[in-house]
């Protein structure tokens, strides 16, 4: 897919950084499960940057795979956000059955996530 005006590539300033923002989401936003993933978001005025923040716990495994799970993730998140209603402020939790996925795989749980909550555009 390539970069347009309205999905922006990969940029630290939409990372979701503090407790705070982490802890809001969760407790005011809406929770779906599935596959590998685990997702938390609050709609954010038409006008806003999408925000994401990514967790993976030390039940997945060593830092290596860790650090791989949040580049799939986030790359996931990266390829697909142009295709979401309005922009959201998402916090995606790595489950353990991410361990060994390939990108498509977990590009496929995400999408069925997105639409499951309805955050999928009509079109696509």
Do not use: Y
């Amino acid at each position: 897919m390539a970069f347009t005006e309205d999905c922006p590539g990969r940029s630290r300033s939409v990372r979701i950084r503090t407790g705070g923002e982490f802890a809001r989401i969760r407790e005011e936003g809406v929770r779906l499960t599935k596959g590998c993933l685990v997702a938390n978001w609050i709609t954010l005025p038409p006008d806003s940057d999408f925000r994401i923040g990514i967790i993976t716990t030390r039940r997945l495994g060593g830092a290596v795979i860790r650090n791989r799970a949040r580049r799939l993730i986030r790359e996931t998140f990266r390829l697909n956000q142009c295709r979401l209603k309005q922009p959201v402020a998402m916090v995606l939790v790595a489950r353990k059955s991410i361990v060994g996925k390939k990108q498509k795989d977990v590009e496929h749980d995400f999408l069925r996530l997105m639409r499951r909550g309805k955050l999928l555009k009509e079109n696509v």
